[in-house]
């Protein structure tokens, strides 16, 4: 077996090793990135990049189908399976393409393929074929679909999202499982592009939501596109001749689907237990995950980090992208480990309407007793939504009750990917919603929406808006 | 001749007026609006609203003739003139009902119809039927289409934006002059509906752009899919048989069209010169307007407020309903005059690809003598706008090369009427462009097209980016 000794060894070459390998560089150059599977990243393979790929010919078929309100008619619309495919599946290889062109700018001698498990804290050994015996490590690999395992025995009529994005065209019929963002995303996607689907989850939540208004919203436009069963156990799956077989029971009673694929959105999982962390001397909690700092990356007080999926705190691109920058520049100035400002939280569920949590979720406040009022506004009448005619959804914005401060908003509805930058940013340099109300909103916008779930809030707060003289929008039936 | 005394008096019910009455209602019930024309605000008869519906139109016939490369085949699509007039003018004149309701609602005895002019600077006459004398009166008449007299012969075949409202059908052919903001989104309109368009301007300048990046690339975007001239000279319009010819010259020779219709998209005018302001007492300036603040509305010291479209500042409806909430209110507590807080400036043309300014436009930069520096981003390659199939676009953003503070922006490309607020609102706020950059940015948007250009303006700021210690978005290759 061959040794190699290096200052900072990477485990993953995805989204969070890449950053990491980045920032880490600018310290040293004896650093080794070691990637288990195939180099580009899950965003770009089978995540955010061929998801919304998919997304965009099913927003335009749909489209197409509502065009009559606006006095256009379309005598027949086909939706070629293979070509909506082919475009997914070219453009999708593209941005996989920036990122293997990435890594194959890389010098050779930093790049090693292979699975690499802990031997020792300071110790990975990767196939049997190299031992790395590195300073510092970070961990960066990644997270897998998660599959409840009697469902294996369906074999290639059991998915995962992987899967979909590999197919040549679109089946005739579905049964997704899980309501995350996912299953949300994907059913609706293939709803809409004329495959018979049906969508089941627990307990009828809906992806990041927390807010059970807003909850039921997104329970309302899903069930009105799809079957959608949101609180169903699924009893028992079988292959048959033509497909899958699957029973569920609900509050309603029972049911029984036969459809052409099974599609397990049921979570994703940690790729850790492969790594054989026990070996590595870190401190563990009780359900072994190891004990780190979201603001630092490391963990406990060692020489190892953490980034990306892997961690379970957070699988979104652009916070997989900042541990991996902060736990790679921590390892490159380890032991003289910085903490660093994370972003304010912000998640976005693709569908249409689309879904939004920026800041504190209504959950978090709720737990964390935070004293706080609520504003809420539907865009079924709301003006720029209505005369595009995608007046469905609303939005609930949370205020401090004792500094007005703005603190979060959930949200269904029309652009809610900007709504959303907007709010975040508003969060993160700590307006106070009379500060949101005094900014620009520009006629018609769907952001006029938004202003009146603001002055809903405004009003709920005990402090109460302003006066007269310190702000411009705050006259009587502002 | 009836007299009343009023404390205050408002010349205009449109949207700076009712804001104006909202605000002074406060202070008093002693007051009067006068409307010289029928209720409702530009923006709802003839504005913001049916442009966009028309527009909601245009864009659902544009995406379905782009259906293709989404892999969706649409065998026949029939524009029916008729029914896209219909829900235009259906859904304005629910519009036009609210503001309708809203000044129903008003006491009988605080309305009254008909023209007023001043006879002293506390005296107007209305229709000679009214003589009205007031404490403080607010100017809130508005403005109207201007239009070059000769082409008054045109008769019914001469169109302002007005006219195109009450359609019952979509003509064959329009010449549309003038590339402002209703020229622009009124001939690209018409032109996705199948009108045969053509669209002539002067000096090759679109709508509010400053920047000549960004001009040329609405240039382009328009080139593209109508016949413009934008800096042709109309020679000679003619009433024809069949409709309109109209004769151009421009730099590689002259022209001649033949339409149904010759639409004036020629700016407009003010209606202080039927008001009689002489009489008024109030300081004028060269041009005979009168001189006044802008964050008090008042003019001069007098009793006398200015409000909305009719001041030429800036005509735009959110501007206007903050006029007229200043000037009401200043004219309720008149003397004690408050000087308010105006937002930061925000202009949005909903044409496709969107056109916005925010903040500081380049042009006054350049006049203020600002030492500034740019960054720019083209969202031809930017992801999300790729997957969307709207990827076509620039934007500038401009910053302080003392404070690295955020100035402004100006842009062609997708989603601008929401990157828009993101920005003024980051203007307003005084953020830096470091604090842009350490805010979220989800993946894949389109705000990231707008964070490519914001590193590229950090790089170029002398003071340099914050060290690694400050920020989260500085690493290498960020």
Redesign the interface.
């Known amino acids: 077996m061959q040794t190699r000794q290096v200052d900072i060894a990477i485990i993953g070459a995805g989204t969070a090793g890449m950053?990491a390998y980045?920032?880490a560089?600018?310290y040293t150059d004896s650093i080794l990135v070691i990637e288990a599977g195939v180099y580009g990243t899950t965003?770009a393979r089978v995540g955010?990049?061929p998801s919304?790929?998919l997304i965009?010919?099913a927003?335009?078929?749909h489209?197409?189908d509502s065009?009559g309100?606006?006095?256009?008619?379309?005598?027949?619309?086909?939706?070629?399976?293979?070509?909506?495919?082919?475009?997914v599946k070219t453009?999708r290889d593209r941005?996989v393409g920036f990122v293997e062109r990435a890594i194959e700018n890389w010098p050779q001698g930093h790049k090693l393929r292979g699975k690499a498990v802990f031997t020792d804290p300071h110790t990975l050994e990767v196939d049997g074929h190299t031992r790395i015996q590195a300073g510092r490590i970070i961990i960066a690999a990644g997270s897998r679909p998660a599959v409840p395992p009697p469902w294996l025995e369906l074999g290639d009529r059991l998915l995962v999202n992987d899967d979909v994005f590999g197919w040549e065209t679109l089946p005739r019929s579905i049964a997704v499982v899980g309501t995350g963002v996912i299953g949300m995303e994907l059913g609706q996607a293939l709803a809409r592009l004329g495959v018979k689907t049906h969508l089941l989850g627990i307990g009828s939540r809906f992806g990041p939501i927390t807010d059970p208004v807003i909850n039921g919203e997104a329970q309302d436009f899903l069930s009105g596109e799809l079957d959608l069963h949101g609180d169903a156990s699924v009893e028992r799956v079988e292959r048959t001749e033509s497909g899958v077989a699957l029973s569920f029971v609900e509050a309603g009673g029972s049911g029984c689907l036969e459809v052409d694929y099974l599609l397990a959105a049921t979570g994703r999982r940690s790729n850790l237990g492969a790594l054989n962390l026990e070996a590595a001397g870190v401190a563990l909690d009780a359900t072994g995950n190891p004990i780190f700092s979201l603001d630092s990356g490391q963990i406990g007080n060692s020489h190892i980090f953490i980034a990306g999926d892997v961690s379970n705190a957070h699988p979104?691109?652009?916070e997989a992208a900042?541990d991996g920058?902060?736990a790679?520049?921590n390892a490159g100035r380890y032991p003289d480990i910085?903490v660093?400002?994370?972003?304010?939280?912000?998640?976005?569920v693709f569908t249409d309407p689309q879904i939004m949590l920026a800041g504190k979720t209504h959950a978090q406040l709720l737990q964390d007793k935070v004293d706080f009022a609520i504003g809420e506004s539907s865009f079924e009448d709301q003006?720029?939504s209505?005369?595009?005619?995608r007046n469905r959804g609303r939005i609930r914005v949370y205020g401090d009750q004792h500094s007005g401060q703005f603190l979060g908003a959930e949200m269904v509805g029309p652009?809610a990917?900007?709504?959303?930058?907007?709010l975040?940013?508003?969060v993160?340099?700590g307006?106070t919603v009379q500060?949101?109300l005094?900014?620009?909103?520009?006629?018609?916008?769907?952001?006029e929406g938004v202003r009146t779930a603001l002055r809903r809030l405004s009003r709920e707060l005990r402090m109460g808006p302003a006066p007269?003289?310190n702000?411009?929008d705050c006259?009587?039936?502002?």
Not at 340 to 348: A, F, G, N
Not at 417 to 422: A, C, Q, S
Not at 438 to 447: L, T
């Open positions: 950053t980045r920032a560089r600018e965003c955010c990049m919304k790929l965009a010919a927003e335009t078929s489209l197409i065009a309100i606006f006095g256009i008619d379309v005598a027949d619309k086909r939706i070629d399976g293979r070509r909506v495919m082919e475009r453009e941005f979104l691109l652009h900042d920058r902060i790679g520049d910085r660093r400002p994370r972003r304010t939280p912000l998640s976005v003006g720029r209505r005369v595009i005619g652009a990917e900007h709504i959303g930058h907007l975040s940013w508003s993160q340099h307006l500060q949101m005094d900014s620009p909103f520009y006629h018609p916008v769907i952001e007269m003289e702000c411009l006259g009587p039936g502002a």
